[in-house]
């Protein structure tokens, strides 16, 4: 079993910038493309806050550029999930991807972390950056002067919300509870912007439209009635879950499951690395994502040109 220099867990925009900048450190990365290669960028459509891009560009076009940019520099990259590791030893690290097993002298983990979906019965991938997203930082814009809604009551899913007013005609939350969870001060904001009403005792059963979302259908959970709401866009901020599982063994996770890291990238584990939205809860950004990549490859850089001292 060949050992590697560096692998690195994760294809999105933090896992594919690691491997451009490993690359081209001539460090040979293994990219495993996990069973979603690209990330949650697969499912966006035009991105136009990305630098560089000033007529915007589609989330699939810029991951498959990127992909790109990597393997012209030499990463190798396998659409394989990682299923397994073990990092009891610092030097050998030992990964496994079903029964195929890899050795690595470090390790970049960018698995990133996956919104949470309201479960229906059917509609949710239909519409899955037709109108329906989970973030309004990136595509709140394409929104203006229409008719959106966000689900929660939360403290994020007010701070959507009145994201949300900057470009909304109007803006629903549709909350399943009589109340938010949200803080006092961030509520008394919700309230007093005459662009947000709120939704109380509502959840979404169905998404409807042709091509692109145009109305959804809620369920009153006290009166049980079910009601047609027309909007252009929703919002899920019911939060995200990082893909952290198979590492919580190893190293140090948060309270909310993202992954501990300190100065940065690093972890307990001099040889592994973080990168990207598995520890980033904050910022959830494209464009953060891949900073935090090129971060981890020269710290990775640092940490292998350390062991040959």
């Known amino acids: 079993m060949e050992k590697r220099k560096v692998i690195i867990i994760g294809s999105g925009p933090a896992g594919l910038t690691a491997a451009i900048y490993a690359a081209r450190a001539d460090l040979k990365p293994l990219v495993f493309e996990g069973s979603e290669p690209g990330g949650q960028l697969m499912g966006t ?15 699939p076009k810029l991951m498959q550029d990127m992909r790109s940019q990597a393997q012209k520099f030499g990463t190798e990259t396998v659409m394989k999930k990682i299923t397994k590791v073990d990092f009891s030893d610092h030097e050998n690290l030992n990964l496994w991807a079903g029964d195929d097993e890899y050795s690595a002298e470090s390790v970049i983990i960018a698995t990133g972390a996956s919104a949470k979906w309201l479960k229906l019965e059917k509609g949710e991938e239909k519409y899955w950056g037709k109108g329906y997203t989970a973030c309004a930082t990136c595509d709140g814009a394409f929104f203006r002067n229409r008719i959106v809604g966000v689900v929660g009551g939360g403290d994020s899913a007010c701070e959507e ?3 949300l007013t900057r470009f909304a005609s109007k803006v629903y939350m549709i909350v399943r509870r009589d109340e938010f969870r949200a803080s006092k001060p961030m509520q008394k904001r919700v309230f007093e912007n005459e662009k947000i009403e709120v939704l109380w005792n509502k959840s979404v059963v169905e998404l409807n439209g042709e091509t692109l979302l145009s109305s959804v259908d809620l369920i009153d959970r006290v009166t049980e009635e079910v009601s047609n709401l027309e909007l252009n866009g929703l919002f899920m ?10 590492f919580s063994d190893f ?9 501990s890291v300190s100065d940065n990238t690093k972890t307990k584990i001099p040889s592994v690395f973080v990168a ?11 464009i953060t994502a891949a900073g935090y990549g090129c971060m981890a490859a020269l710290d990775v850089e640092k940490y292998l040109d350390s062991l040959e001292g």
């Open 161 to 163: 919300a009145m994201f």
């Open 45 to 59: 459509t035009d991105i136009e806050n990305f630098p560089g891009f000033p007529d915007g560009i589609m989330g």
């Open 237 to 246: 901020a019911i939060g995200h879950h990082p893909n952290t599982e198979i």
């Open 251 to 259: 190293v140090d996770l948060e309270p909310n499951k993202y992954l």
């Open 276 to 286: 990207g939205d598995c520890s980033d809860w904050r910022y959830r950004q494209a």
